[in-house]
């Protein structure tokens, strides 16, 4: 059993490891960070510290997920905190004054312990949390170094800033202007004569550090996973695993599918299976010859009154006229035009889909074989802020009708004989991969698009089209 922390600005590593030697140290947590992670059944995770500004913040259901597991997950200081006091009911287990303050609503906003910090990768806060303050203002008042009037003044101000310039320099300046500097430096050598007066944020740090001897161990959830797994949730599991499981750093699975499913010309063909196995409930898709799966799901259509005769139904002809080519509707036969329609309505989506089933031989040997993670790693290594060209271009400065025509070249679309008609070849395309549509094809492209980024300009002089 392993026991793994995300810290950043509220302790520094150096005094935690002080505290706990056994503990992994990780730094603030973001959305995707356990999937990436992967706690196992009797590992325990305490969230101190999290980002929610500059990245999207750890999800409630991701949390969930992972109790569902069997991990004891910790809250205590800051993020973790505030997720430990909306979660304590479903089984995550709080720490703290914090965590206390925000669980009996004495507190509930999540300025009390935002801070902005460094961003070389140390995480130095830059500024005083504001639950900090509060706390000593309240243990002034008790103690009799402050009058009442006056802690509830100092509040007020130091709530007004915001919590990126919540500096000693700032509180000063502003406390000053109105006659109450003197006051704050009285709480400022308060809060430095004595660490649990000065900072109640690490105090809860080094608690939750602390009681990890006392093994937290996961938590029965009162409600059934189906009232609160969706289709999100899916969605992340598969878009932040790793794609490789014994490597956690590991290029992210749900990339890795991106990758095949806009550059595998193979791909289409086994998104047909899958879906169509979906559809036929077996349970392995990549058994059954393809052509037993169309019978079938063909047949399963017809049981259930879905409109398949694409010559002789009004339905079917509609359905063919949204889900379908005009060269496709003029040149396929009924049944492949039924097929084609069948998987591409389908609602899954790939990588989530294709989860279950990463140790199957038949992706273990293609899609998630070392070479096809080393070339979905490759094409995103290249994605870095400062990716530019000689004329100063970057992945947002390409336009989506630049992106739409490289799809067109990579996918090997022939020229459309029909006016009009080359975006719904795209799209039908598209689909055929499991995108939604051509902006969802061309938002899953972009990233992968930095080593085409020269190429992909000069198609287009003087920039028009990027």
Request: proline fraction near 6%.
């Amino acid at each position: 059993m392993t026991t793994h922390c995300f810290l950043g600005p509220t302790m520094a590593r150096s005094a935690a490891r002080l505290i706990s030697k056994s503990v992994l140290f990780h730094p603030p947590i973001a959305h995707g960070d356990l999937f990436r992670l992967g706690p196992r059944s009797g590992d325990t995770v305490i969230i101190i510290d999290g980002v929610y500004h500059q990245a999207l913040p750890i999800r409630h259901k991701e949390i969930l997920h992972f109790l569902d597991r069997g991990v004891g997950i910790v809250g205590a200081a800051s993020m973790g905190a505030l997720r430990a006091a909306e979660l304590d009911r479903y089984g995550m287990r709080g720490v703290g004054t914090v965590y206390e303050m925000l669980r009996d609503g004495r507190i509930n906003a999540d300025d009390e312990v935002a801070v902005a910090h460094a961003p070389d990768g140390s995480h130095r806060p830059l500024t005083e949390p504001l639950i900090n303050l509060r706390v000593a203002l309240d243990r002034a008042h008790t103690d009799g170094l402050l009058a009442p009037a006056v802690c509830d003044d100092l509040l007020r101000l130091v709530r007004a800033i915001p919590y990126v310039d919540r500096t000693w320099a700032r509180m000063v300046a502003e406390t000053t202007a109105i006659g109450l500097g003197t006051a704050l430096d009285s709480l400022r050598a308060a809060m430095q004569s004595r660490a649990d007066r000065g900072d109640v944020k690490q105090a809860d740090a080094i608690t939750a550090l602390r009681r990890t001897e006392l093994a937290f161990g996961p938590a029965e959830l009162p409600v059934p996973r189906e009232a609160w797994a969706s289709s999100h949730l899916q969605r992340w599991c598969a878009e932040f695993s790793p794609a490789d499981d014994a490597d956690p750093d590991s290029v992210g699975f749900g990339s890795v599918i991106d990758y095949h499913r806009l550059n595998d010309h193979s791909f289409p063909l086994l998104w047909r299976r899958i879906v169509l196995a979906s559809m036929c409930r077996r349970d392995d898709p990549f058994t059954p010859p393809v052509a037993a799966l169309e019978r079938q799901a063909l047949a399963i259509a017809g049981e259930r009154g879905l409109a398949i005769d694409v010559e002789a139904d009004a339905d079917a002809q509609a359905a063919a006229a949204f889900w379908l080519s005009p060269g496709e509707r003029d040149e396929l036969a009924p049944r492949e035009q039924a097929i084609r329609i069948l998987v591409r309505s389908s609602r899954m989506e790939p990588a989530a889909a294709l989860l279950p089933w990463r140790t199957h031989s038949f992706l273990a040997g293609r899609i998630l074989a070392p070479e096809g993670i080393d070339r979905a790693r490759a094409s995103l290594a290249a994605v870095l802020p400062n990716v530019i060209t000689s004329r100063g271009l970057t992945l947002r400065d390409l336009k989506d009708e630049t992106i739409e025509g490289y799809l067109r070249l990579r996918w090997r679309l022939p020229a459309e004989a029909y006016p009009g008609a080359q975006r719904s070849t795209t799209l039908a395309a598209a689909r055929d991969r499991g995108f939604a549509d051509i902006p969802d094809a061309i938002h899953a492209a972009r990233p992968f698009l930095a080593a085409h980024l020269k190429d992909l300009a000069g198609a287009h002089p003087g920039g028009a089209a990027v």
